[in-house]
């Protein structure tokens, strides 16, 4: 027993030079293991009298003890070491300014319909959906256009074949949606009013120049009540019109129009100067067609079994990629498709600035020019 004191110093200063743990371990193992140093000690207090046995079982203890913590401490300063260092070599410099020509663009289309939906949402209409492959019924019939309406030939409809049976059913043949409106009907199917919804996304007509492209976008809105008016179609409008464009003021006129699935129907025009062929929104004494609305008609509400004695509402539909347009000075509708990263990166905007009412809608970011 007498050499225990030197062990135990010897023992205690190994630990204290560790440097991993690993070789923590075999310190260890080289003091408490099945052959240890200290372990080897207390088998041997066997041979020793009951009187001495009680004295150095006690000494051994307390030896054991004191290296078990100096052990336990010591493992738990290499690893917190280990660990810093692991997470010093993983450490990503998330100051690091983004390199700008290595940046991506959200396309002016993506940029508009967040606006929009942020300007809409702020007045408490959410989004709605519905599928691009549509058959006739939501397309057309539900929407008061049966079929041989005349209107249905104002849409240059993309027919798909009619399904495997040769089923000749109208209403279950399909057709690309030429509008958004066919999402009032599902929307009315599915929810009972009120209803407040608007309903961005893609649309397709057979048609191709610098302001039409066979696959368009638009933005349906539905609003169904017991008391809605003309009066709150034009208030909604007048406010969507002058956050999406941010003015304080534009002059707005509303025309009579015809829409199977509106009574009565109008055109929504904003007022624009086209001085020296620029053409500049919210001043001068010219107009620009913006949109179609109207207070929903009654066979559109039958159609989805709401009952018009008791409801009414209005709709209106956009298109997106014009609005597009008008806001931030693009000429040809075409281009929108073309996917020419040049143009992207011209009218294209920095990701992350994401619009909102509060926040500004396209004041942060704006077309990166
Ligand atoms: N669906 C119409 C179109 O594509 C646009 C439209 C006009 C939608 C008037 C409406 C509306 O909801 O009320 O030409």
Same mark, same amino acid.
């Given at each position: 027993?007498?050499?225990?004191? $030197?062990?135990?110093?010897?023992?205690?200063?190994?630990?204290?030079?560790?440097?991993?743990?690993?070789?923590?371990?075999?310190?260890?193992?080289?003091?408490?293991?099945?052959?240890?140093?200290?372990?080897?000690?207390?088998?041997?207090?066997?041979?020793?009298?009951? /009187?001495? #046995?009680?004295?150095?079982?006690?000494?051994?203890?307390?030896?054991?003890?004191?290296?078990?913590?100096?052990?336990?401490?010591?493992?738990?300063?290499?690893?917190?070491?280990?660990?810093?260092?692991?997470?010093?070599?993983?450490?990503?410099?998330?100051?690091?300014?983004?390199?700008?020509?290595?940046?991506?663009?959200?396309?002016?289309?993506?940029?508009?319909? /967040?606006?929009?939906?942020?300007?809409?949402?702020?007045?408490?209409? $959410?989004?709605? /959906?519905?599928?691009?492959?549509?058959?006739?019924?939501?397309?057309?019939?539900?929407?008061?256009?049966?079929?041989?309406?005349?209107?249905?030939?104002?849409?240059?409809?993309?027919?798909?074949?009619?399904?495997?049976?040769?089923? #000749?059913?109208?209403?279950?043949?399909?057709?690309?949606?030429?509008?958004?409106? &066919?999402? *009032?009907?599902?929307?009315?199917?599915?929810? *009972?009013?009120?209803?407040?919804?608007?309903?961005?996304?893609?649309?397709?007509?057979?048609?191709?120049?610098?302001?039409?492209?066979?696959?368009?976008?638009?933005?349906?809105?539905?609003?169904?009540?017991?008391?809605?008016?003309?009066?709150?179609?034009?208030?909604?409008?007048?406010?969507?019109?002058?956050?999406?464009?941010?003015?304080?003021?534009?002059?707005?006129?509303?025309?009579?129009?015809?829409?199977?699935?509106?009574? &009565?129907?109008?055109?929504?025009?904003?007022?624009?100067?086209?001085?020296?062929?620029?053409?500049?929104?919210?001043?001068?004494?010219?107009?620009?067609?913006?949109?179609?609305?109207?207070?929903?008609?009654?066979?559109?509400?039958?159609?989805?079994?709401?009952?018009?004695?008791?409801? *009414?509402?209005?709709?209106?539909?956009?298109?997106?990629?014009?609005?597009?347009?008008?806001?931030?000075?693009?000429?040809?509708?075409?281009?929108?498709?073309?996917?020419?990263?040049?143009?992207?990166?011209?009218?294209?905007?920095? &990701?992350?600035?994401? &619009?909102?009412?509060?926040?500004?809608?396209?004041?942060?970011?704006?077309?990166?020019?």
């Amino acid at each position: 027993m007498g050499n225990i004191d $030197s062990l135990k110093y010897e023992i205690l200063k190994a630990i204290e030079n560790a440097t991993s743990l690993p070789e923590l371990e075999e310190i260890r193992v080289f003091a408490l293991g099945k052959k240890g140093s200290i372990t080897g000690m207390m088998k041997d207090l066997g041979s020793l009298s009951i /009187e001495e #046995k009680k004295e150095a079982g006690k000494i051994l203890n307390v030896v054991k003890d004191e290296i078990l913590l100096a052990i336990e401490t010591k493992r738990i300063l290499l690893e917190n070491i280990a660990l810093n260092k692991k997470l010093a070599s993983e450490k990503i410099d998330i100051t690091l300014p983004i390199r700008t020509e290595t940046l991506g663009r959200i396309h002016p289309i993506s940029q508009v319909f /967040e606006e929009v939906v942020a300007i809409f949402g702020s007045m408490g209409f $959410s989004v709605a /959906e519905g599928p691009e492959i549509e058959d006739d019924f939501h397309n057309f019939t539900a929407l008061n256009l049966p079929l041989n309406h005349p209107a249905r030939q104002m849409h240059d409809t993309f027919y798909l074949p009619s399904d495997a049976n040769g089923d #000749k059913d109208i209403d279950s043949s399909y057709v690309l949606r030429t509008h958004t409106s &066919p999402v *009032q009907i599902r929307t009315m199917e599915n929810n *009972q009013p009120p209803i407040r919804i608007i309903a961005p996304g893609r649309t397709y007509r057979c048609d191709y120049d610098a302001t039409h492209t066979p696959m368009f976008n638009q933005i349906e809105g539905l609003v169904i009540d017991k008391k809605t008016s003309m009066a709150d179609l034009k208030g909604v409008l007048l406010e969507f019109i002058k956050s999406f464009f941010e003015l304080d003021e534009i002059p707005t006129r509303y025309r009579p129009s015809f829409f199977p699935f509106t009574e &009565p129907s109008a055109e929504m025009d904003i007022g624009c100067s086209r001085a020296n062929g620029e053409l500049k929104i919210g001043e001068g004494n010219d107009w620009l067609e913006i949109l179609g609305c109207g207070m929903v008609h009654p066979n559109v509400l039958k159609a989805v079994n709401i009952d018009p004695e008791e409801y *009414q509402g209005f709709a209106f539909g956009l298109g997106l990629d014009r609005l597009a347009m008008l806001k931030y000075g693009i000429p040809d509708l075409r281009t929108f498709f073309d996917s020419d990263l040049r143009w992207l990166k011209h009218y294209g905007f920095i &990701p992350l600035d994401i &619009p909102s009412v509060t926040g500004g809608l396209s004041s942060n970011g704006g077309a990166v020019r």
